[in-house]
């Protein structure tokens, strides 16, 4: 989620100078109420605000409620709710990606740029039919021999992605020949190839002599 800062937080190596010169213009998302078949143009009323870059999305909370994590946080009285900006870290969060996840709120569509990281984020801020659409994404349009083994290896512990771990154990048992001759199980560590060996059921052709 968001991280929740006071005020008090906020200006430790921030500068009224980097606030005043921040080099980006925010990102305005539209939102057009229809009743009565007339337009009624939704005011914005919350933002997020990237630091240090000061980057801003600027939304609407009626959409980004869409998120259950978000929804929670709009619920709750909570300094996002009372404040209307929620802030958010560069090394922690992908602005681009992160304004992605916001348009898909929007217009229920997303552009396949980051669509891996995108779906990493659905999963985080619970949208359920983005990280649907996503990991059908993956599967239909990126999943191959060349790369499914390191996809396996990503999600092979990370339960919230059943499906996604399957289709990746599917790919690996059907390129599993080219895999152990290209020995690209080597690039694992230990554990990994441990688990490797006993989901691919590859006892009694691998040696353990890793």
Known sequence: MANTL??????????????????????EHEFIEIKDNKE??????????????????KCHKKVIAKSEILCLMLEHEMTEKISSISYCFDNEEDFD??????????????????TMSLLFLADKYEIPDLK?????MITANYLNKANALTLWYQF???KQFREMRMH?????KRHIKKI???????TLGYAAFVDFIQTFCLH???SFSY
């Open 6 to 27: 006071s005020t008090d937080d906020l200006v430790t190596d921030l500068t009224l100078d980097d606030v005043v010169h921040n080099p980006y213009n925010p990102i």
């Open 40 to 57: 009624t143009r939704i005011p914005i009323d919350f933002e997020f605000v990237f630091l240090p870059s000061m980057r801003k999305i």
């Open 97 to 114: 990606t992160f304004n992605e996840m916001i348009t898909y709120l929007y217009k229920n569509q997303f552009d396949n740029i980051h």
């Open 132 to 136: 649907e659409k996503c990991s059908k």
């Open 156 to 158: 092979r512990q990370l």
């Open 168 to 172: 990746c154990e599917l790919a690996v």
């Open 180 to 186: 152990l001759e290209e020995e690209a199980t080597y």
């Open 204 to 206: 009694e052709v691998v």
